[in-house]
Every structure is written in C-alpha cells, then in structure tokens.
C-alpha cells in the first residue's frame, strides 16, 4: 500500500531551530537607524521586541537554537504537521512528479504563524513583559498572537485594520475568543490615530495606521512589547521548524525535493520551509530550485527594487536592506491578504540577489484556479495565500509532464481557507479579476 501522510512521534521533533544567517557566505546587511543612519544594535531592538527576540534578528553566528522546553510542549499541540503526498492531484495533472505538501493549515489556528506567536510570547513572559501587542490586517497574525498570549497568561491588543474588521468579522471573533481586545484602526485610543482621524474621520485604516498604533502602545505602556508574524528574521528561524520536520518527513517516504515552493508575503513560511534544505545547498552544494510565489500585483520578488527602505507604510521602522516596491506602494486589494507587502524579508532578500532562490508571480484568478483543483482533489480548502504556492507547483508538475520528468516538488501549505469563503464566493460567482500593478 502506498503511503499518504508522513508524521513524527512525539520525540522525534525537532529541538533546535535554524538560523542559515550563521552558514550564509554573503551575510544580510544590518538594519540602519533612519534618523543616523547606524546599524542598530540587539538593545536597540529591544526597546520594541523581547530581548531574546532582537538578539535572535541579529546573530548571524549560531546556526541551530535551542527551542525552549515550553515552547516544545506548545508545539505539541499540534506538531508535527503531516507531510503528505498529493497522489489525487498528480493524478488529475496526469504528471509523472511527484508531488509533497506540508500542512500547517492543521493547528488551532489555520496557518503556520502560531510557530512564532508562541516563542515570540514565551520569550516576553520570560522577560517579565505583561502586555503584548501587534496590528493585523486579515487577522491570520492577530489570531495567532491572541491564542499564544492567552496561553502564556499575557493580555494582548490587536489594532486590525478597520475596512478589513469589518470585512472579516470571524477572525475579530476568534481573537475576543482567545481573550485579546481588538481595535480598529485608526482609533482614539492612540495619539496617532486620534490625528488620523481628525485629519479623516472617514479614514478606512491601513497597515500603516495600525502598526503606527501598536508601535505607540507598546513604547507608552510599561511592560509591554510588539511583535511581528512576518518579515523580521527571527520570526523566518521560529518557521525553520516546518521545514525540520519536513527534512525527516521526506526521508521517511524516501525522497529528497528537487523544487521547493511556498507563497511569499514578507518571507516567514517561504523561509520556514526552504531554508533547512538550502542549507544543504550552502554547505554541500546540493541542487534544488527554490521557489517563492508571489502575487502578480504585488510582484516584489520579481519586479521590486533591492534597497533601503521602510517595513511600513508611514516610515516608523527601521530601514531594512531588502527587496521591495517603495513603501508607499498600495497593492491592489487582493483575497490573499497575508501576501500584501511591498517588501521582502532582508535574509530572503540577500539570497535571492545572490541567486540561491528564485521568485514567480502568480495571476490572483490562476491562485483561485489551483485552490479549486487542490480542494477538488486533496479535499482540503487552501488560504488564498497558499493557492499561489499550489499554482507555482501545478506549473511545474505541467513542464515536468511535458518533459516526461519525475520530479520531486515539495510545496508548503501555509494555511486553510475556511474563514475566506466570501473569497471563494466571490470567484465561484465570476466577480473576481487579474492586478497588473503601474510600476
Ligand atoms: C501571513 C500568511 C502568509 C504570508 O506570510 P509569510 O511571512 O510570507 O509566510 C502566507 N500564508 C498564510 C496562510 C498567512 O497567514
């Protein structure tokens, strides 16, 4: 009999993270001070981050971490997420690859951002921070930090942005679930969005004036820290976990990924996946194509710029060397909300410059058509997001039926879709469209 699912026992999970920044021959280059144009240090860092946090973003020296025995336990809830071979999709392709995905839409949560939220929280209870904070846009992070502070006994405020609050209520009622207090943004609870909104009273809200809010509370509130689901280095290490896993997975069904996939928002389930495996690449010069997906209207990877620039919106965050479409670059507003970002993450970004990894840009009505297949066939409903991983995998597995190659794709699936159905309404109803950003 053919085996399906691949799954680790208990202790086989991985304890150590890995940081590729330690095996990189061309390190990333610092994040710089906007104001003095100085590399900011870990103490820096840490008037925002945990402490443990901001050490982790910038040692570029020890290649495996230690998961804290709490964080272990958490992970047990829930890991490892299987590995499994899609043999009712390689069947309906009619291709000779072979075809892995990792699940990680199989947490309480749906997506693969808990893997973070819970050191990220276990790190700030350590620290003796009380309060933590953050700004959601879908609610996927938002969602998951909320479930993490609960379970660390923090209390936590999500400032969400308050067109998509509206949009998606489900996820604002996961997070008042899981006990955290959400604000839409822009709000009057800040200075900040106090003068958005006497500028705008109208004022629909963005990530910008979200993290603008979040950034405020945390530096005016005593013990209280920030955190961030995407982007920043130490959330890719924390993510390193899937693509661990997935390494002893895929030796169990006797295989090594000549292609790797994910989609690419700011970089963490990309990274959390492939850079296990590029880490053979590095070290023993091993060869498999890495692949990101990226939406086609907000196409960074592909037709971004690699430089200095802002993680936000309103220029509050340090300048991150990295690859990106100006800040105030608006992405048209696409279902895969998590794939939003104007910019890359700085680690992904020095790889992609020096060629380890490459970049597609997938059409938002080609995702929709791969998710339908992937439902279709696999019987799961996959996050607008992950859909432009499964249409990136769906184009290969089509070459490599044309070449008569067997191949070994591995692709990750960050998420499931079961709160974005109105996503799916939508496209089932023909009312969705193709972006081509004006670049
Ligand atoms: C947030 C999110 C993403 C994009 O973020 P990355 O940091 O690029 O991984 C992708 N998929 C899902 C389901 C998400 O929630």
Redesign the pocket.
């Known amino acids: 009999m053919k085996q399906k699912r691949f799954i680790l026992a208990e202790n086989e999970l991985p304890r150590q993270w890995y940081n590729i920044q330690a095996d990189m021959k061309n390190k990333p280059l610092p994040l710089l001070n906007p104001a003095t144009k100085e590399p900011l240090s870990a103490e820096d860092l840490a008037h925002i981050f945990a402490a443990e946090c901001a050490k982790q973003e910038l040692d570029q020296e020890h290649a495996w971490i230690d998961i804290p025995e709490e964080v272990l336990e958490r992970y047990k809830y829930y890991r490892s997420t299987p590995l499994v071979r899609a043999y009712a999709l390689e069947e309906a392709l009619g291709t000779p690859a072979h075809i892995y995905f990792k699940n990680e839409s199989v947490n309480p949560l749906g ?3 808990v893997n973070s939220a819970i050191p990220q929280c276990y790190y700030c209870k350590q620290e003796g921070v009380t309060n933590v904070t953050t700004e959601t846009g ?1 609610g ?2 938002g969602a998951a930090l909320s479930y993490a502070a609960k379970t660390f006994g923090l209390e936590c405020a999500v400032y969400q942005v308050k067109i998509s609050m509206q949009q998606k209520p489900y996820r604002s009622s996961i997070m008042r679930t899981f006990g955290a207090t959400v604000t839409g943004s822009p709000s009057m609870s800040t200075r900040a969005g106090k003068d958005i909104i006497t500028a705008d009273p109208n004022h629909p809200g963005s990530l910008g004036t979200a993290i603008s809010e979040a950034v405020e509370l945390a530096t005016t509130t005593p013990n209280c820290k920030y955190t961030l ?3 920043m280095s130490h ?1 890719s290490l924390h ?1 390193t976990i899937i693509g661990l896993e997935a390494e002893k997975q895929m030796a169990m069904a006797g295989e090594y990924p000549d292609m790797i996939i ?9 990274g ?1 996946l492939a850079f296990p495996f590029m880490r053979h690449t590095i070290l023993e010069g091993k060869k498999t194509d890495f692949i990101a997906a990226e939406p086609a209207s907000c196409p960074k990877l592909t037709k971004g710029k690699f430089e200095y620039d802002f993680g936000d919106t309103a220029g509050y965050t340090p300048l991150l060397p990295m690859y990106t479409l100006g800040h105030t670059f608006k992405p048209a507003n696409i279902h ?1 909300g ?2 939003r970002y104007h910019g890359a993450g700085t680690i992904v970004s020095q790889l992609l410059k020096d060629g380890y990894m490459r970049g597609v840009d997938i059409p938002q009505l080609e995702s929709f058509d791969a998710g339908m297949l992937f439902a279709r066939t696999e019987g799961i409903i996959p ?1 607008p ?2 859909c432009h991983a499964i249409a990136a995998t769906i184009r290969e597995a089509l070459k490599c039926k044309e070449k008569g190659e067997e191949k070994v794709i591995l692709f990750n699936l ?2 499931h879709g079961l709160i974005d159905m109105t996503a799916y309404d939508s496209f089932l109803n023909g009312d969705l469209v193709n972006y081509t950003p004006e670049l």
């Not at 994910?262 to 990309?270: K, P």
């Open positions: 997506s693969h951002k879908a996927q992070w689901g995407s982007v959330v993510q994910a989609c690419f928002g700011g970089g963490s389930n990309f959390g895969a998590g794939l996050a997001e992950s960050s998420g």
